[in-house]
């Protein structure tokens, strides 16, 4: 895919935005902030270049005084020694951990290892080289960070599935770490329109020919595309009976009528499983608790664990006492019979 093309099909996306719909988006204050960017050609051409939040790369608690500014809008990497220097040095802290965690599956391949957890100079930033028992490679913050989760998906669903698909993807790091590890799979990514453009750009290029865009009225589904990234409004023409769909820290946001609209297209297209991570409480003005959102009423729990938590001060008028505790959950569900 040419980036001239991409950028072409961007924006007659953004012009066909269903108006029944475009509530839903609008009050999405992610969608909101991203439709201002100033989305460029080389902005998508050389993600590897830049640093942003929103998209998988947030560098969260492990760098506090850099956290708002890969959040603000896309930033070229540049050099800083001493950043540099803790990058490198929480990179070594960690490493040891992510190794662990994936070497704990039975079904867990060394090489496989390998590529979950290296950059691999498309999308994410900074990177630092390192040695794996394969050899030398390449990883970065986020390859670290996330590397564990299709690993953990297939040892909750029993096998790799044969079709799954991600809402919410980001960039598209975990539609391509199942592609690696599922070569079979047929896989579905759905996401707003700028994430779409990032992850178009960045899957075309890992796996070339075998990506295919739902995001105009005129674009259509192909049976053998390998990998499908679909507009959210077009979700409903999604074939019945993927296997799983998964959410990785994005439904957390979402409001009441984001999640109802994405809990209907997965009822109604009669998705056999649910594997998720998300806070259980809202923390912010239009977003909605776990255990109150729609998709329980199709899905039951078969695994649930509290990953991270903490206690948060009430901020909504009560009492300078009363606080809450709130969590991060890990879930896999399956569809309810009957």
Known sequence: MKIDGLMFKYAAMLEQIDPDLADIWGNNHDH??????DVTPDLVANFAAFEMGGLGFEFGNDFPDRKTIPDERPRPVLADPDFDAAYGARIQEILPRSIRHLSRFPFTDPIQVAELLRWDGIAGGRSVAVRLETGPVRVSHHTLRVAWRAYEMRAHHGAWPKSLLEIGGGHGRFVRDVALCAPDATLYYSDLPFNLLVAAGYLARKFPGQ??????REDRFKPE?????IAPWRLGELPENVEICCNFLSFQHMSAANLGYYSTILEDRKVGALFHMNRNKALHGGETDLDQAPFNRCFEPVFDKEISGFVRANRRGGPPDDTTAVSTRLQYLRRRSG
């Open 32 to 37: 909101a902030r991203k439709s201002k960017l």
């Open 211 to 216: 990506v295919n865009l739902i995001w105009t």
């Open 225 to 229: 595309a390998r990998i499908t990234l």
